[in-house]
């Protein structure tokens, strides 16, 4: 079995060669024939892909310690879901899932493509064998996981403790489906500029497949925070981490590209610029990949550093982002643009929001690569921390979010502020009590975090006014309003839904970062300590054994008026075989607040040192990345065209002011 | 065997992806103008059902039309200029051949050099289960471990693991291994001596606190025990006291039976401490061979030297067991060789002290030195 997936996967990579050559000079040609075997192929290589990954998968779940990175990665011991899990929790195995999904993506165009010009479903799944081509190459070459030991060891290295953990089964696949599938933006983008024309088509497609893209991007991103929140010990939900950039300048470009996707689909407007920013994602993609994967970054997720995979992966992203960068420079000229657009209206402001968008990406991309290029040509080291990221990043994001509930609400083509202003007075009223409220009532909240919360609040009610003026409310009557309101198109739920979502993630980061409170002191057993208005009692430490941990269990009992009302346990866990220490932190979840808990170091006079957090609206940070996903998945399930009605050149004020 | 008829079949199929579409028939396919048009269509009738369910005004509704009218036209104009060509050219035909060519001498020469067909897989659970006469020393601990995972409380499992898992360089599994025989199966010598070699093993080969109470322990039970007594003395040679550890190491030369496997451990501990082994109690008397071989290469001041540290060894070694006939009487020997007559007579003083005066060893050995011309009082 482990031998097949082997060979099925040496067969891809020799079907992508087919896959990257024979339909590219078929379309070059015009050679039906040629352009023909691009589908079948692409098919073929993602069903030798599955088999081999599904190999690997059975290798690791009947821990076949013949396999060099199942011996590396495993243990007979570890529970069966993250034996399953730890096939992708190395570095061969996950590049591997990388290609399995890169070919998945490839198939479904090559299934569902047959809508689309026949030379231009070539040169995508041409370009698409490309990537193909080069990441199996890599994998065959510097990360083969089939790699065999002969004679066998008897027992595995076991899988880092860190990643022994749900999240592993949920965050890189998320998160590789999100990355991947902005592969296919590139593709159609690439396959445009080798045609030197855009087809109508292309805008149809490229939109859905940003979406998904980016629906699973954010998903992954946020389990990723989650998972680190919780996992790591320290409270803390984004460190500006450089492989946290690395997933998040993808995410900041695919949503520009998310928006400008729009505006092409509906308008047949920023063409260039789509195809630009579909190049662009990608790359930051590979980029994210690159940095990740290659060693330059140590961190948990690059597993085993190696230069030789480092090397490698920097050919692939120069021929990648260099080639087809270049491409543009040559090609773009020979596409013909769009159509006009007055500066205030919905493509204006779309056009604002990308580039709020990128001149952010450029922000974090600096503060990524810079320290890395000084250390690569100085030695020396510096760290661009969370302070550059909140004097760079946070005063770009600010106008970007005050703007947000203006879009939706100006027409296409040509645009009225001033109607969009008044339609938002009840949003801004709603904006402005919650500033009020939160700086004279709450407790301890600073300017700065009335503010927050007031922008928050209106993100979330500038979407619900979207909502409620595509109903028609104020000018129609409730029953009509009603019933237009179910009627509306899903991509309009879609809008507000994310809109509405990037309003609560906020909300969350500033009740935490502004109301948040946290108290570090060691307790012996029967000790209480309150923490803003709760009360924990530490009940002891208890050793327990796990199937292939050994860890120091601590009780806490949540008491209100004297009553037990609920527990927390936080615990030390000892991996012997990898002779690893991990932290298993206490959340308790209040509403929509946490309580967290972490064990530290336990002291000589047997006090344990404990560390506490109150995390006011923390739950508002991951519940708002899935509000947006759910938006994201509306948007998907609307199957209509788009076609963007433009308002007309001179037009009333009465009529402005109905719904469009 | 089925490996290489399932990678057969693959490639088959592989290859089939390649071939079939090049020698289909060609699909009336229409130019990418017509695609575009057919979107527009589209277009148009989805704004007919917005209009239809009120989302967009009439007034609206015109205006998008007459947009998308008006890229048809454009379309219309642009369409005429691009024809293609679907004959096949000869070198079409030419790549088609090699790309069906290139999917299996691509795949199976990569996987000629990358792969191992001829290595099953080995799933544990399988490898667990087989007969154990065919299984490896590794496998077979994995059983016994699986074993004592079911029945922690079997002790003799554990005896028979813990020796194993210190063969295996696994000290800390043995040194759990045989605290578990102890707690279980009681105290003993060799246990006891055994835990402690796996503590210090486990440590590097320092014999800690810890491993040195359990050679003690070990001692106790069984004073003779070579384990514990040679690891005592590297304990002592690791905190300094060299000279106690040489001793404790001849002493053992002394009392190893002439087979004992201890014998070469010890010796080549003494070579490592400086000490030539020289108190051999057996056949071997004097410095072996290889000393000398040594001896003879050296100056004649280093021969000397060599010569009285030998001796003062000897001297050592026998005020601490001092019963040793043959000890004596080479040591008396030896001073009179070294023209030491004072330290000679002193020797004899003190073998004739151990034996008793009126002994038949003290007889023996006065007249023993008095063929060398020394005499027990001047």
């Known amino acids: 079995m482990v031998e097949t997936g082997h060979f099925a996967l040496v067969l891809a990579f020799a079907l992508s060669l087919v896959q990257m050559l024979v339909p590219l000079v078929g379309a070059r040609t015009g050679n039906q024939r040629l352009m023909a075997v691009g589908g079948p192929v692409t098919v073929t290589g993602f069903a030798l892909t599955a088999l081999s990954f599904a190999a690997l998968a059975s290798a690791y779940a009947g821990s076949d310690f013949s396999v060099a990175s199942v011996w590396e990665n495993s243990h007979s011991l570890q529970p069966m879901i993250y034996k399953i899990t730890g096939t992708w929790g190395n570095h061969e195995g996950s590049m591997l899932l990388w290609v399995l999904i890169l070919t998945f993506f490839g198939a479904l165009v090559a299934v569902f493509g047959n809508n689309l010009p026949a030379s231009l479903k070539a040169n995508v799944l041409a370009v698409q064998g490309m990537i193909g081509a080069a990441f199996f190459l890599f994998i065959l070459a510097t990360s083969n996981p089939f790699l065999r030991l002969n004679p066998a060891p008897i027992e595995g290295r076991d899988l880092n403790p860190i990643l022994q953990d749900l999240g592993l089964a949920i965050h890189p696949p998320m998160l590789y489906l999100g990355y991947v599938g902005f592969s296919i933006c590139f593709s159609f983008s690439v396959a445009a500029l080798i045609e030197g024309r855009i087809d109508a088509s292309w805008a149809r497609w490229v939109r859905p497949w940003a979406l998904v893209a980016w629906m699973f991007l954010t998903g992954g991103i946020a389990m990723g925070s989650y998972w680190a929140y919780y996992e790591l010990g320290w409270g803390g939900f984004w460190f500006w981490d450089p492989v946290e950039n690395a997933s998040f300048m993808p995410w900041l470009a695919g949503t520009a590209l998310l928006h400008s996707a729009i505006v092409m689909e509906k308008r047949s407007a920023l063409k260039i610029w789509t195809l630009l920013l579909a190049i662009l994602t990608f790359s930051l993609s590979l980029l994210g990949t690159f940095l990740v994967r290659s060693g330059v970054l140590t961190s948990v997720h690059a597993f085993a550093t190696d230069p030789t995979r480092g090397v490698f992966i920097l050919c692939i992203l120069t021929l990648f982002i260099g080639g087809s960068l270049a491409l543009f420079a040559l090609r773009a000229s020979r596409l013909t643009a769009g159509g006009l657009f007055h500066p205030i209206s919905r493509e204006g402001a779309l056009v604002l929001n990308n580039l709020f968008l990128t001149t952010a990406t450029a922000t974090v991309l600096v503060g990524t690569l810079y320290p890395l290029a000084l250390e690569a040509l100085t030695g020396g080291k510096i760290s661009v921390g969370a302070p550059f990221f909140d004097l760079t990043f946070g005063p770009l994001m600010l106008p970007l979010l005050a703007i947000v509930p203006f879009g939706p609400l100006l027409a296409w083509k040509r645009g009225d502020v001033i109607a969009a202003s008044q339609r938002l007075m009840a949003a801004f009223a709603l904006a402005i009590a919650a500033v009020l409220v939160t700086g004279l009532f709450v407790d301890g909240a600073s300017v700065f975090a009335a503010l927050g919360v007031g922008l928050a609040v209106w993100l979330v009610a500038g979407a619900l006014t979207d909502l409620a003026v595509k109903s028609g409310a104020g000018s129609v009557p409730p029953v009509v309003m009603l019933r237009r309101f179910a009627g509306l198109p899903r991509s309009v739920f879609g809008t507000a839904l994310a809109h509405l979502g990037l309003g609560l993630t906020l909300l969350g980061i500033v009740g935490t970062l502004c109301f948040g409170t946290e108290k570090i002191l060691s307790m012996h057993p029967g000790e209480t300590v309150e923490l803003s208005g709760h009360t924990l009692r530490f009940e002891g430490l208890t050793p327990q054994k796990g199937p292939n941990f050994t860890e120091d269990r601590g009780r806490f009992l949540l008491l209100s008026d004297g009553n037990a009302d609920g527990e927390i346990t936080s615990a030390k866990r000892f991996y012997p075989v990898r002779q690893t220490v991990t932290t298993e932190s206490g959340i308790r979840t209040l509403g929509l607040s946490q309580l967290y808990l972490s064990l530290g170091d336990e002291n000589k006079d047997g006090s344990v040192v404990v560390r506490l957090w109150w995390k006011p609206l923390v739950t508002l940070i991951w519940g708002g990345g899935l509000v947006m996903m759910a938006g994201a998945a509306m948007s998907l399930l609307d199957r209509r065209l788009r076609v963007g009605a433009p308002a007309k050149r001179r037009k009333p004020a009465a009529a402005l002011a109905s719904p469009t | ?378």
């Open chain 2, 1 to 378: 065997m089925l490996f290489w008829v399932i990678a057969a079949i693959l490639t088959l199929g592989a290859s089939l992806a390649v071939l079939l579409p090049l020698t289909g028939g060609v699909k009336g396919s229409s130019p990418a103008g017509d695609h575009d048009l057919e979107v527009y269509r589209d277009q148009l009738s989805e704004l007919d059902r917005d209009m239809a369910r009120g989302l967009i005004q009439p007034g609206e509704a015109e205006e998008a039309r007459a947009e998308i009218g008006r890229r048809i036209l454009r379309l219309g104009a642009a369409a005429q200029s691009g024809a293609t060509n679907s004959t096949s050219s000869r070198s079409a035909r030419l790549l088609a051949s090699v790309a069906v060519l290139a999917v299996p001498l691509l795949s199976w020469g990569l996987y000629g050099m990358l792969g191992s067909p001829d290595l099953p897989s080995q799933p544990l659970a399988e490898r667990l289960a087989k007969n154990p006469a065919d299984s490896s020393v590794d496998e077979l601990v994995a059983r016994a471990e699986a074993h004592l995972a079911a029945n922690p409380s079997d002790g003799k499992g554990w005896d028979v693991l813990a020796p194993i898992y210190l063969r295996l360089q696994r000290f800390p599994d043995a040194v759990t291994a045989y605290r578990n025989a102890i707690r279980l199966d009681g105290d003993s010598a060799v246990r006891q001596a055994g835990l402690g070699e796996a503590i210090a093993s486990a440590a590097g080969g320092i014999v800690s606190a810890d491993a040195q109470n359990a050679f003690e322990a070990a001692l106790k039970l069984d004073p003779a025990n070579a384990k514990a007594n040679f690891y005592l003395a590297v304990g002592l040679a690791q905190e300094g006291r060299k000279a106690e550890a040489v001793a404790a190491w001849q002493k053992m030369l002394g009392q190893l039976a002439p087979d004992s496997p201890w014998r070469n451990a010890v010796q080549q501990a003494l070579a490592e401490a400086g000490e030539p082994a020289f108190a051999e109690a057996a056949p071997a008397n004097g410095p072996d061979a290889q000393q000398v071989e040594a001896a003879q290469q050296m100056s004649p001041q280093d021969r000397q030297a060599m010569i009285e540290t030998m001796v003062a060894g000897l001297d050592d070694k026998l005020k601490q067991n001092p019963r040793d006939e043959e000890g004596w009487m080479r040591l008396i020997r030896s001073y009179v060789v070294l023209g030491k007559a004072d330290q000679a007579r002193d020797a004899l003083g003190r073998a004739v002290a151990v034996f008793g005066a009126d002994s038949e060893q003290a007889k023996k050995f006065t007249a023993f030195a008095a063929s060398l011309g020394v005499t027990a009082t001047e």
